[in-house]
């Protein structure tokens, strides 16, 4: 049998759990504080549900479920190939939380602002930095179509990432809408927009001149992809630049200036706002604004969401606007785990070593040191003391005590 986790999955150490644990209790406290409320949902979903979702390149990383005795014999002998699964695993928290808002919003206050915190699954193909099971921190306001919402969740979100110690961040913003609008402008037709999109958002990666090759060898129309790239190559691209293209009274662009604006405001110049117009995000779902937040230290984003105001209504047939964002913690706990981080005014913590008949008062003498440290007891070893003690200083321990033979705590260095 094989002792190593599945490819793409992780088993964590002790001072691991520690810090995961610190980071996930400090952004949920952060979350609460500004009202949110926690909420659980299943790992498992509908397979319809999912595969109607509009989950974009997440649809093709869904873990199926096979349907269970006679139904997947049935399938089988029937060769019913598409219809061996009833279920998969959760790829994101964004469509469990659409079905749980329908199923159970006569309960809830709407606008109802949630906080969820779990484990998803994709089929990735395993990388650094790509997992088969991660966390994702997440908070959305469902019910209100009110541009607040998105001030409010990246006001909180930053926040989190600050109490974190991820300092150094820029928030990045754009509208699938005015996106859209600008492209139909500039000479795109709609059923191209999804295809435009996926190479626009390889700018950063490709350059201008990388953009318009791939867009020439998709066979869009060369004054389109002319008119785009001139727009491009006027970075960084201005809301003011596009309303020459969309016009002066586009809506889009009011909500985009009006969140930038009310976002300055609150931060107090922490962090710069900044509107992309090659920010795309991969979800299908989203209808909206869509942000993301880039470390400038760490290269890469640690946060991102949007408005997706069309996903609950899959569920109940009413259109019901949505927003959320969502923090990558696994991104977090690896730059902050590669950089040293330590979990700030944490007790320290020291292992008391006992024999064998003095559990009773040793365990005294460590509720005497819990006062001020977390203890943990270990019965001496019959052999190899050091190194053993060695494994405990390796294993996150900050000293240790020898009970009835030592006067005081044994720090290491």
């Known amino acids: 049998m094989k002792t190593t986790p599945v490819k793409g999955t992780n088993d964590y150490l002790p001072e691991e759990v520690e810090l995961r644990d610190y980071l996930q209790n400090s952004i949920l406290k952060t979350y609460q504080s500004y009202g949110f409320q926690r909420i659980t949902t299943p790992i498992l979903e509908d397979i319809e549900n999912l595969d109607k979702s509009e989950g974009g390149e997440n649809l093709n990383l869904i873990f199926k479920v096979l349907k269970r005795g006679d139904k997947l014999t049935k399938a089988l002998n029937n060769s019913q190939y598409d219809k061996l699964s009833d279920l998969g695993m959760r790829y994101d928290l964004t469509l469990p939380l659409s079905r749980y808002f329908a199923n159970n919003r006569a309960k809830l206050v709407t606008p109802f602002k949630c906080i969820q915190m779990d484990k998803v699954y994709r089929a990735e193909r395993p990388q650094k930095g790509r997992l088969r099971e991660f966390v994702q921190c997440d908070i959305d306001i469902l019910g209100s179509s009110s541009v607040n919402c998105e001030i409010e969740l990246i006001n909180t979100t930053t926040k989190a990432l600050f109490n974190i ?27 191209d927009l999804a295809s435009v999109c996926i190479t626009l958002d390889k700018l950063d990666k490709v350059g201008v001149d990388g953009v318009k090759e791939e867009l020439a060898a998709k066979e869009f129309s060369q004054n389109a992809i002319d008119r785009l790239s001139e727009l491009l190559a006027k970075q960084p691209v201005t809301l003011d630049a596009v309303k020459e293209i969309c016009g002066e009274d586009n809506e889009a662009v009011t909500r985009l200036e009006y969140i930038i604006a009310s976002v300055n405001e609150l931060s107090g110049g922490a962090f710069d706002i900044v509107y992309d117009i090659t920010l795309v995000r991969g979800q299908g779902y989203y209808t909206g604004t869509v942000f993301e937040v880039e470390s400038t230290e760490f290269r890469g984003a640690v946060a991102g969401g949007g408005r997706y105001d069309n996903l609950i ?23 902050l785990t590669d950089n040293g981080y330590t979990i700030p005014d944490s007790k320290k913590r020291v292992a008391l070593i006992y024999d064998a008949d003095s559990f009773a008062e040793a365990n005294k003498k460590a509720d005497e040191f819990r006062k001020d440290y977390n203890v943990v007891m270990y019965e001496r070893p019959k052999k190899n003391l050091g190194k053993f003690i060695d494994k405990l200083e390796g294993q996150g321990c900050n000293g240790f005590y020898t009970f009835n033979q030592s006067e005081d705590i044994k720090w290491f260095e």
């Open 165 to 191: 110690g991820i300092n150094n961040i820029k928030v990045k913003i754009n509208d699938r809408s005015l996106l859209n609008n600008v492209l139909v402008n500039t000479g795109f037709e709609e059923k």
């Open 313 to 335: 209504g899959k569920f109940i047939n009413e259109k019901i606007p949505a927003v959320g964002f969502s923090i990558g913690f696994e991104r977090i706990f690896s730059i």
